[in-house]
């Protein structure tokens, strides 16, 4: 299994990015997706989550009303379309996916694969 994610980069305070998250190996159909972030120094922290049939989401107070989760099933593809950015956003941020069915985390015990990291920079 393995979870490939694309769209980082380098973005001025107030820009937009869209991240994306392919998995390939296994279908997660029915299974919860996640967006984490590691800034450096600091732990690894919870982003936004998004249940198997995308009706139930979840995000951290930081980023609510800025960003959006989204997927795609059909492609095995998780999203998050990021707006308004802040420097404080600027992190590696990570797409996760839980080896279980019908359930959604904010806690990174919760997702079960990873993928590398992308890294998002943005300048003030």
């Known amino acids: 299994v393995q979870l490939q994610a694309s769209g980082g980069g380098l973005v001025q305070a107030g820009g937009s990015l869209r991240l994306s998250c392919s998995a390939s190996?296994?279908?997660?159909?029915?299974?919860?997706k996640g967006w984490f972030r590691q800034a450096p120094g600091k732990e690894r922290e919870f982003v936004a989550a998004i249940n198997w049939s995308g009706g139930s989401t979840l995000y951290a107070d930081s980023v609510k009303g800025r960003f959006t989760i989204s997927r795609d099933n059909a492609k095995n593809t998780v999203y998050l379309q990021m707006n308004s950015l802040k420097p404080e956003d600027t992190a590696v941020y990570y797409c996760?996916?839980?080896?279980?069915?019908?359930?959604?985390?904010?806690?990174?015990?919760?997702?079960?694969?990873w993928g590398q990291g992308t890294l998002v920079t943005v300048s003030s």
């Open positions: 190996g296994r279908t997660f159909s029915r299974s919860a």
């Open positions: 996760a996916a839980d080896g279980k069915v019908y359930t959604i985390s904010t806690m990174t015990t919760g997702y079960d694969y």
